[in-house]
């Protein structure tokens, strides 16, 4: 079946380190790929989607590349702020998928340090 | 700016109570869903609705229904609430499928915390 897998936290790191977490997929096709972010008490927001093989979403600072010969979307930035924190999730839609449902991971709890 | 509003942050029930919670969109999405999250566990997916008075279940449906008799209002229900239900219930909405690329991008309200003593 369907599913995804991210890198457990919590991760922390001081301010202006570099940022990344992992995820990979299990799915047929070509699953749409996502990045949702949740700030403290808030709901979750789309950070960054692909939609097919080699494209790269980007938003905010933070990148992910759609690699399907590792079915991976890792994601990445350059320099992390304090506000960066929150909770990051992974996520996808299967290919096909006549709902748009969406299969998530569980989730990588990131504390930036100033 | 669109929103998906759920109509409590924070609810506090006994066992055995009946739950309602509310959730209100009003960006004309024809998709609706309840997700439960839980630490760990991430987000799992209770029901979904595609349409009005249409619904489907999801990976963990077993102690609660949905409605949905109106296009922007999905209700989740907990017919008899018990300890095991307390969670963060969190409702998203987005377009169908068939409105082409972009469809699959979900809006999310800010969470309900349910806790079930």
């Known amino acids: 079946g369907n599913s995804v897998t991210q890198m457990e936290g919590p991760v922390t790191l001081s301010e202006e380190a570099f940022l990344t977490i992992n995820c990979t997929y299990t799915?047929?096709?070509?699953?749409?790929l996502f990045w949702y972010v949740q700030y403290p008490g808030e709901g979750l927001q789309l950070l960054l989607k692909?939609?097919?093989?080699?494209d790269k979403g980007s938003n905010k600072g933070f990148e992910a590349t759609y690699r399907k010969e590792t079915t991976s979307f890792h994601l990445e930035k350059g320099s992390v702020q304090v506000s960066d924190s929150a909770v990051y999730f992974c996520?996808?839609?299967?290919?096909?998928?006549?709902?748009?449902?969406?299969?998530f991971g569980t989730g990588t709890l990131l504390a930036v340090q100033p | 700016d669109v929103k998906v509003t759920q109509s409590s942050r924070y609810l506090v029930k006994r066992t055995g109570e009946k739950v309602f919670l509310e959730c209100v969109q009003d960006?004309?999405?024809?998709?609706m869903f309840w997700y439960r999250q839980d630490p760990g566990l991430g987000l799992r997916l209770i029901y979904f609705?595609?349409?009005?008075?249409?619904?489907e279940k999801g990976d963990i449906p077993e102690g609660y229904s949905v409605s949905r008799e109106k296009k922007e209002r999905f209700s989740l229900i907990l017919e008899s609430a018990s300890t095991n239900q307390t969670s963060m219930y969190l409702c998203?909405?987005?377009?169908?499928?068939?409105?082409?690329?972009?469809?699959?991008?979900?809006?999310f309200g800010a969470g309900s915390r349910l806790t079930v003593l």
């Open positions: 609705s595609y349409d009005v008075k249409m619904k």
């Open positions: 960006m004309d999405h024809e998709n």
């Open positions: 692909a939609t097919k093989a080699d």
């Open positions: 998203a909405s987005s377009f169908s499928y068939l409105r082409g690329a972009g469809a699959n991008v979900l809006t």
């Open positions: 799915a047929t096709g070509y699953p749409s």
């Open positions: 996520a996808l839609t299967p290919y096909g998928g006549a709902t748009n449902k969406l299969i």
